[in-house]
């Protein structure tokens, strides 16, 4: 079965720190192109960061460049978001999301994440 966990959200006080973790299943993941999206209430889906599967090559939303880290482990088949400096507007369910060419893409069922004091 084709699956992607997420885990790691939770509440946290401005200028934090969390580590998303997302552990794949059903599927060659260390093939896919791996990435982190994030949906906050009233607001639309967002692409937050990025990995690539050949040469592990990132991208970062502006938003979050110099803040957050992805990475991936491909013998764990996990991938991570290592979130520092955690902001209110940080606040959203964060998806994980398996892509690969000419293939439909993967989708967790997302974690929360809520930065507050």
């Known amino acids: 079965q084709v699956m992607l966990v997420e885990s790691g959200g939770g509440l946290v006080q401005p200028g934090g720190s969390l580590r998303l973790s997302c552990a794949a299943s059903g599927f060659p993941f260390s093939s896919y192109a791996m990435s982190w999206y994030r949906q906050a209430p009233g607001k639309e889906r967002e692409l937050v960061a990025g990995i690539t599967a050949a040469d592990g090559s990132t991208n970062y939303a502006d938003s979050v460049k110099g803040r957050f880290t992805i990475s991936r482990d491909n013998g764990k088949n996990t991938v991570y978001l290592q979130m520092n400096s955690l902001r209110p507007e940080d606040t959203a369910v964060y998806f994980c999301?398996?892509?690969?060419?000419?293939?439909?893409?993967?989708w967790g069922q997302g974690t929360r994440v809520t930065v507050s004091s």
């Open positions: 999301v398996g892509q690969r060419n000419y293939m439909p893409s993967i």
